[in-house]
Structures are given as structure tokens and as C-alpha cells.
């Protein structure tokens, strides 16, 4: 039954490990005389024993791979646990419960920047006209940040058109044309809007630009030195040309306040 040509079998040899293997159990007779009938064969067959001694060998060294393999899938499992742990803890950590928490804003409660009072903004833009005159380069919007006050987006600058202010400054002074009204910098609180100027007879064009360089409002005049804008004009920073011949001799800027 365990032997093949007086050799044992591969099935001989996996009863035989079976049992050595097992010490927890208690040994029966059978299986002990099993045991004791193999190593007598073992003793007596050099061929026999050294196959078992392979065969066992290899038998060792995969118990050892697969117990090795089983311990890494602990390691991990383990590892996993670690942070998994570490991760609540850091998430739900009783002084989280003391932090003060940033309540979300309602869309009321959001600054409406056409809100701004009208007594405050005119102050505004009225200290702003002082600082300008005295050779301030500061804006309006970084000077209205400085006062902490809102300033609304018709009223900022326009980059571009500021730098035309400030070269139109610099040609009128050897142009003939002086411009009577309205002056730079001015702040206009009803319409209609007049424009008045001297020392030249011929024909002028008025353009009034927004604070985004669009063309708001355009008039023509050719028999008299004034032009009158009834169109109504939203409160905001205003550019005007005067241009003759379609060449730009002045560019000013005023401001609109609602009543």
C-alpha cells in the first residue's frame, strides 16, 4: 500500500509528513505503526531517503513562503488599520470642536457696491480732487481703499484714458482754445451737461466716454462755442474730448453723483 517497486510513494510521503506534522494530536496506532514502518525503510533505502529529503525540503520552503506572504497581508492589514486610525483622529479630534467656524455668507449680506452712500462717496471724490490738484498720482480706487470705503465699479479708473488726461494736460498749454466748463475734475449733480469753451469759432465735437472707453454720448457744434448733453448720464467716471477735425485737443474727466 506505501511502497511502489520497494520504493515508497509520493502518497506515502504525504501521509508520512501528515503525521509528523500534526503534534497536536494524539498519535494511533495505525498511523504510529505507519511512521515506524517508514523509517525503517528510510534507514535501509539511500534512494528513498534522499527523495524524502528533497521532497521535504521543498515542502519546508513553501510553508515558509506562504507563512511569509500570510505575514506581509497582516503587515498591510495592519498598516491600513494605522492610518485608517490616525485619519479619524486627525478628522474628528475634540479641539476641532473649539475652533471658531466661519459662518457662510447670505447672498443679502453681500456689499452692493450701488449701495454706497452718495454723502459718503461725493466726500470721497471730493478729497480725492483736492489730492489730485495738488499733484497726487494716487487713484481713486486705491484711495477709496485707504478710506475704507466701496467704491463702485462705474467709478474706477480708466487706465488708458487717465494717461490721455494726463498728455491733453500737457498739449493745452499751447493750445488757443480754453475750456470754461465744465473743469477737470468736476463733480456733477444735475443734467443736462454743458460744455463751454473760448477762442475758437469753428466747428467742435464732444464725445463723453464711460470709465470701459465706450462712446456714450457724441454732439457737434458749429455755430456756436457751447454744446448741451440732456442725455441722462448713470452715476459714474465720465472722460469728454474736444476734438477738431477728428484730432482730440482736450480730454477731461467729471464725475456723476445721483441726486
Known amino acids: 500500500m506505501h511502497y511502489k517497486d520497494e520504493h515508497i510513494t509520493n502518497e506515502t510521503i504525504r501521509i508520512y509528513f501528515d503525521i509528523k506534522n500534526n503534534q497536536s494530536s494524539i498519535v494511533k496506532p495505525e498511523q504510529k505503526e505507519i511512521i515506524d514502518s517508514i523509517d ?10 534522499t527523495h524524502l529529503y528533497m521532497v521535504e525540503s521543498l515542502y519546508n520552503s513553501e510553508v515558509k513562503k506562504y507563512t511569509y506572504r500570510n505575514k506581509i497581508r497582516k503587515n498591510l492589514v495592519y498598516s491600513a488599520s494605522i492610518i485608517l486610525i490616525a ?31 452718495k454723502n459718503s462717496l461725493k466726500n470721497l471724490i471730493e478729497d480725492y480732487i483736492a489730492l489730485k490738484a495738488n499733484g497726487n498720482e494716487s487713484n481713486l480706487l486705491s484711495f477709496s481703499n485707504e478710506r475704507e470705503l466701496e467704491l463702485p ?48 469759432d469753428g466747428e467742435v465735437v464732444i464725445v463723453i466716454k464711460d470709465n470701459r472707453n465706450t462712446i456714450i454720448w457724441e454732439g457737434t457744434s458749429s455755430t456756436k462755442p457751447s454744446l448741451t448733453c440732456y442725455k441722462k448720464l448713470e452715476p459714474g467716471t465720465y472722460y469728454w474730448d474736444l476734438r477738431i477735425k477728428a484730432r482730440v485737443i482736450f480730454k477731461r474727466k467729471f464725475f456723476i453723483i445721483s441726486e
Do not use: G, M
Open 40 to 49: 525503517k525503510h528510510l534507514q535501509s533505502c539511500p534512494k528513498c531517503s
Open 153 to 200: 465699479p462705474s467709478y474706477i479708473e480708466d487706465r488708458f484714458q487717465e494717461r490721455q488726461v494726463k498728455e491733453s494736460n500737457i498739449r493745452s498749454t499751447v493750445s488757443k482754445i480754453r475750456i470754461i466748463s465744465p473743469k477737470n475734475l468736476t463733480i456733477i449733480l444735475k443734467s443736462p451737461l454743458t460744455f463751454t469753451w473760448e477762442n475758437f
Open 87 to 117: 485619519i479619524s483622529i486627525f478628522y474628528f479630534q475634540p479641539w476641532n470642536k473649539d475652533q471658531t467656524e466661519i459662518p457662510l455668507i447670505a447672498k443679502d449680506d453681500l456689499i452692493d457696491s450701488s449701495s454706497t452712500d
